[in-house]
């Protein structure tokens, strides 16, 4: 894994197995408009905490935050589509039924080393799978989203063992963002 040397953007995440995204992938071409930017699959992950641009000693005090994670290997099972909030949508994700505790624990374990590294986030986290974004609202844009959470609320994508937690970079390029594997944390068996 690469070594930091300067300030990078960086998050702690739960990878997703391949198959999954693929699913999730190919349910979301319904919703490709220009007022609308679906998630690549490449670029899908449960974001557990977004840490911004950090430092070497931030990635290194992350680093030991992470070591405290002393959760089990735990199922996570991706169900339905969800928004925040359904008259004005931003974000339209895939809910996560099992797994939701204890990725919450997870949050709250690095949440509470976070305090004298950085700012908190200040909304209540919700665990979930990123689908798609709306760059636009008008009737159109928000009818489209509301109909494809309509259509997908019941569907199962699909369940896997989540077996490690990852500090990952963030490089962002007119492409879009490339995320690499900066630390992994392997959760017990």
């Known amino acids: 894994m690469p070594e930091v040397h ?4 960086a998050f702690i995440a739960v990878d997703i197995p391949t198959d999954i995204k693929e699913r999730i992938v190919r349910a979301a071409k319904e919703l490709e408009s220009e007022g609308i930017r ?3 699959a490449e670029q ?3 974001t557990l905490f977004f840490l911004g641009y950090i430092d070497a000693a931030q990635v290194e005090a992350t680093k030991g935050i992470m070591s405290s994670i002393g959760s089990r290997r ?4 991706l169900h339905g589509i969800g928004t925040f909030a359904i008259k004005r949508p931003r974000v339209i994700f ?5 797994g939701a ?3 919450h624990d997870i949050y709250e374990t690095v949440s509470n080393g976070m305090p004298a590294l950085m700012k908190l986030e200040k909304e209540e986290f919700t665990p979930h799978l990123t689908v798609a974004r709306l760059k636009r609202f008008d009737s159109a844009t928000t009818g489209r989203a509301r109909d494809f959470i309509e259509s997908y609320k019941d569907m199962d994508f699909g369940s896997f063992e989540c077996k490690e937690i990852k500090l990952k970079q963030s490089v962002l390029t007119n492409e879009g963002a490339v995320h690499s594997d900066i630390h992994v944390k392997e959760l017990e068996q």
């Open 94 to 98: 895939a809910n996560i039924r099992d």
């Open 38 to 40: 679906v998630v690549a």
């Open 74 to 77: 735990f199922g996570v099972s």
């Open 6 to 9: 300067e300030r990078i953007r």
């Open 101 to 103: 505790k204890e990725l």
């Open 44 to 46: 899908m992950h449960i």
